[in-house]
């Protein structure tokens, strides 16, 4: 026969004593002490053993410092749902986690190292992240003990344990086993000071002055179109905000449909007759910016009909091809778009189509190369004016003003980033049709509330490739090798499988502790060259790829728990983080969504 709770008495308090007193900051304690000293936890949990379940899926806070209002109301919440589904007669088990790996604990332990940390082993500086992150589980824990919510809080989920370790590599095996995962030279968000790559939840969006530039893209084979042969000095012009990406430009592009007009006319910053080449749509938009002196329209025609013509480079002795495509609008510039292939996805797919090369003079600490040598060891910021001198300086600086609008920054050291193609490793989200799954999938899901829907549906039929890599020490390694007779990057499921052997038994320190030897599979070889000669990865995976895994790692081995689980409930930030990396993970390791209800 099942125990029978009475609460009465797991309070310990008379009835008189329940209305709210001057000492209740003392009975608190003392509550919550007799809750524990009576099992009152499990009492509840085994109360309804045997019966339906209701799985409440904890998103894992990160631990690195005290909690605050926004996790006093997710962990009340949360306690609310599993005390009400228990009292419905449902069995339910909350089991809470913590995110332990990142870069926010990694930059705390080397800004409180100081100098030091680059003397630091990778091996020292895991070590060193593995004692801040349980210094503030153990921290947040009793914090949120204190709250009153109820929960296995001895035994919850930790991402750093081998345990969820094994959890991570199996599912990163299964996207690997799909076909999911590629490494390829693409621009991503890069945060120079944090010296990584960033996921898209990893971005934040904030006012930002930056310069406002119109240039010159003079033309060098106008004579091939005859209804531009005979018009004065021809120009393209480009409209940007970014001048520190002009040294990586290829290309400029039109919209193939849209009517563009070729108008002479005098700027002020040359003083002579000229022609200019933009969008009909933006042409009062521009001679006002620019205070152009027109004289009149030569000629109108559309963009495809400059399409194979050339310009000469602003900046450096080359030409840029004259190419189209429907990434340009109307809203604002000139309807005439600078393309660089190494700073923007926009121009990366484009200068594809085009087998435009991928340049980027710029480093990881975003500073230009020996590529653009007038600016070498500059960082991209402070170079924006000396561009804008030098184009003024060559005649090809149409206007230049300052603008505040949105742009990018890191959410952790809240710097500015760069669109700069790396070399990294992606999940590739159009593959086996996995976008499109996704997007039906969110459909068989219950949103509270409804919009919740509509945001991850928008935001999922956008998204680009997930870059999985990430540039630090503190994480799962990934289980790549490298090939040092071919160099070829070699990622193969074998080799995964014995690493993550490996990991149950000693944790992911071993990718950096253990011989080379006892990563790699027995008779294992390069498969492009057949080399046993290799080199280990020094990337880890990204950190939301670690909590977007957990649905395999915890929900899918816990004896408490059902798969796909009830219901996640979390902040609306989450439509970017947490729901949205776990469907992917899902959809390309299970072919389904992670939950059943999502509450924010």
Known sequence: MKEKINYKETLNLPRTSFPMKANLAEREPELLKRWAEIGLHQKMVEKNRGKQRFTLHDGPPYANGDIHLGHALNKVLKDVIVRY????GFFSNYVPGWDCHGLPIEQKVTSEL????????????????????MKYVNIQREQFKRLGVDGDWDNPYLTLSPTYEVGILSAFRELVKGGYVYRGLKPVHWCYSCLTALAEAEVEYKPHISPSIYVRFPLLDKE???????????????????????????????????DYVAVVGTAPDKGTRETFIVAEGLLNAFVSACHIALENVAVKFKGKDLEGLHSSHPLLDRESLVIVGELVTLEQGTGCVHIAPGHGMEDYIIGQKYGLPIIVPVDNEGKFTEEYEPM???????????????????????????????????WRCHNPI???????????????????????????????????????????????DWCLSRQRSWGVPLPVLHC???????????????????????????WYTEPLEELIPEGFRCPKCGSREFSRETDILDVWFDSGASHIAVVEQHP???????????????????FQSSLLVSMGARDRAPYKTVLT
Not at 85 to 88: A, E, F, G, R, T
């Open 484 to 510: 040092n007779k071919c160099h070829n990057s070699v990622l193969e499921v074998a080799v995964i499988d014995s690493f993550t052997r490996l990991v149950a038994e000693k944790g992911t320190d071993a």
């Open 418 to 464: 760069l669109f700069r193609a790396t070399e990294q490793w992606f999940m590739n989200v159009e593959h086996r049709n996995l976008r499109q799954r996704a997007l039906q999938e969110i459909d068989t899901v219950k949103w509270i509330p409804r919009w919740g829907r509509e945001r991850i549906y928008s935001m999922m039929e956008i998204r680009p």
């Open 560 to 578: 408490d728990m059902d798969s796909p689980a009830d219901m996640y409930l979390e902040g609306s930030d989450q439509h970017r983080g947490w």
């Open 224 to 258: 091939k179109k005859e209804f531009l042969k005979d018009l004065p000095d021809v120009s393209l012009v480009i409209w940007t905000t970014t001048p520190w990406t002009l040294p990586a430009n290829l290309a400029v592009c039109l919209h193939p449909e849209f």
């Open 114 to 133: 100081g100098r030091s940390s680059g003397a630091k082993s990778t091996i020292e500086i895991r070590r060193l992240c593995y004692d801040y992150a």
């Open 85 to 88: 589904k228990i009292m419905k």
């Open 376 to 410: 070498k060891g500059v960082l991209v910021w402070d170079a924006n004016d000396e561009i804008i001198k030098i184009l003024k300086e060559r005649k090809l600086l149409v206007h230049s003003a300052q603008l505040e609008h949105s742009y990018p920054h890191c």
